[in-house]
């Protein structure tokens, strides 16, 4: 009876998938908009603790093995569809606090920190480096352009503030 409604196999997986997506879109599409009175650190600082707890698991677990899928039979283009989807989020987000152009920032360490955490279960490491790029988008997006010169500097010739190479 269900494949008759959907036709194939196919077609109720990507119904089925589709619905999913939705409703992560919806979830963590709320958990990143801007709310009154809070800087947006704060947002994205909730924003991760709920993607990263329990009921989050399930949606990155799911998109996360098809976005790797080789082939993306069921949902062509899906790696694109999966990062455009959240740049406007977070570009109305980030435009709160003036720097609306680290969207793509934001997400490229959102995306690493969970692969590493997906692929280390070390919460307290991933949870560690997320709030000490929040740290980072703060002084960036703060008047104190200075800090924000300095951060930008120590990026761009590859040292951390104790001076040694990034391992990447």
Same mark, same amino acid.
């Given at each position: 009876?269900?494949?008759?409604?959907?036709?194939?196999?196919?077609?109720?997986?990507?119904?089925?998938? %589709?619905?999913?997506?939705?409703?992560?879109?919806?979830?963590?599409?709320?958990?990143?908009?801007?709310?009154?009175?809070?800087?947006?650190?704060?947002?994205?600082?909730?924003?991760?603790?709920? *993607?990263?707890?329990?009921?989050?698991?399930?949606?990155?677990?799911?998109?996360?093995?098809?976005?790797?899928?080789?082939?993306?039979?069921?949902?062509?283009? !899906?790696?694109?569809?999966?990062?455009?989807?959240?740049? %406007?989020?977070?570009? &109305?987000?980030?435009?709160? *606090?003036?720097?609306?152009?680290?969207?793509?920032?934001?997400? #490229?360490?959102?995306?690493?920190?969970?692969?590493?955490?997906?692929?280390?279960? &070390?919460?307290?490491?991933? &949870?560690?480096?997320?709030?000490? !790029?929040?740290?980072?988008?703060?002084?960036?997006?703060? %008047?104190?352009? #200075?800090?924000? %010169?300095? !951060?930008?500097?120590?990026?761009?010739?590859?040292?951390?503030?104790?001076?040694?190479?990034?391992?990447?």
């Amino acid at each position: 009876m269900i494949i008759y409604h959907f036709g194939t196999r196919d077609a109720l997986l990507r119904a089925v998938l %589709g619905h999913a997506r939705q409703r992560q879109l919806d979830t963590f599409g709320d958990l990143l908009r801007v709310r009154p009175g809070e800087p947006y650190t704060a947002t994205l600082d909730r924003a991760w603790t709920l *993607i990263t707890d329990p009921g989050g698991q399930p949606y990155l677990r799911m998109f996360g093995q098809l976005r790797e899928s080789a082939e993306q039979q069921l949902w062509p283009d !899906f790696r694109r569809t999966a990062t455009t989807d959240w740049l %406007g989020p977070l570009e &109305d987000g980030l435009r709160s *606090i003036g720097r609306p152009e680290l969207a793509t920032l934001v997400l #490229a360490v959102i995306r690493g920190l969970l692969m590493d955490l997906d692929a280390t279960a &070390d919460t307290t490491r991933t &949870d560690r480096a997320f709030h000490d !790029f929040l740290d980072a988008v703060e002084q960036l997006s703060s %008047g104190d352009r #200075a800090t924000a %010169g300095r !951060f930008q500097e120590r990026a761009s010739s590859g040292t951390t503030s104790s001076g040694t190479a990034w391992d990447m």
